[in-house]
């Protein structure tokens, strides 16, 4: 059984920063495609940020391209979005996610950084950007 533990969200006034970890259990996040997506209330879920099974080829989303950065740290079993110069517009929930089909596929595209693509999900956490 796949489960995740997200942490890190929280209060923060906007030009802050925050990091948001993932942890996972039951599955190993490394040689997989992982990604953090987020829901703003009354809007669809979308991508922010993913990288690939191998070679780490990362793809963000051009409202957060530059601000934030996604890694993984293999030993933990963790994945981390640092996130930077926060607007109030990046206010949502965030979910970090793994795609089970994507074993050592070294490219990370557009369209697989679609949330269509993950099947394993986290809880979600609350992120507020207050202006």
């Known amino acids: 059984q796949v489960q995740f533990a997200e942490s890190g969200g929280g209060l923060v006034q906007s030009g802050g920063s925050l990091r948001l970890s993932c942890s996972a259990s039951?599955?190993?996040?490394?040689?997989?495609?992982i990604g953090w997506f987020r829901q703003a209330p009354g809007k669809e879920r979308e991508e922010v940020a993913c990288i690939s099974g191998s070679n780490d080829d990362t793809y963000y989303a051009d409202s957060v391209k530059g601000r934030f950065a996604i890694s993984r740290e293999n030993a933990k079993n963790t994945m981390y979005l640092q996130m930077g110069s926060l607007k109030p517009e990046d206010t949502a929930t965030y979910y970090c996610a793994l795609d089970p089909v994507s074993f050592k596929v070294p490219n990370m595209t557009p369209r697989a950084c679609r949330p269509s693509r993950f099947g394993y999900w986290g809880q979600g956490t609350q992120v507020t950007v207050s202006s």
């Open positions: 039951g599955f190993t996040l490394n040689n997989y495609a």
